[in-house]
């Protein structure tokens, strides 16, 4: 029953900014970490940010110090605010949402939000 929604993605400019907001919804027992991947063509997906209940940020080198992630734990949301983007930055990013249940560990995975950068 769980489910994940991102939204904000578009296109914009190399040098402009965009937000991401990501809200999971459902059946939700402990939410553990909350973040943002990126995905092009013929490549994997590789993690930008993550953020833990705790409070614990990770951030890719590529992304550091222009993107920024944040959460509101009361409404099971994050956001991606990135700023100087890129055309590098150009990918579809997903949401995913690591909770607990019972002791294991459950990953669930929004739909994706197009993002794209013109130089």
């Known amino acids: 029953q769980a489910q994940v929604a991102e939204s904000g993605g578009g296109l914009v400019q190399a040098g402009g900014s965009l937000r991401l907001s990501c809200a999971a919804s459902?059946?939700?027992?402990?939410?553990?970490?909350m973040g943002w991947y990126r995905q092009v063509p013929g490549k994997q997906r590789e993690v930008v940010a993550d953020?833990?209940?705790?409070?614990?940020?990770n951030y890719a080198d590529s992304v550091k110090g222009r993107f920024t992630i944040s959460r509101d734990a009361g409404k099971n949301t994050v956001y991606l605010q990135m700023n100087s983007l890129k055309p590098e930055d150009t990918a579809v990013y997903y949401c995913?949402?690591?909770?607990?249940?019972?002791?294991?560990?459950?990953?669930?995975w929004g739909q994706g939000t197009q993002v794209t950068v013109s130089s």
């Open positions: 995913k949402v690591a909770e607990e249940r019972w002791g294991i560990p459950y990953d669930y």
């Open positions: 953020i833990t209940s705790g409070g614990t940020l």
């Open positions: 459902g059946s939700i027992f402990s939410i553990v970490s």
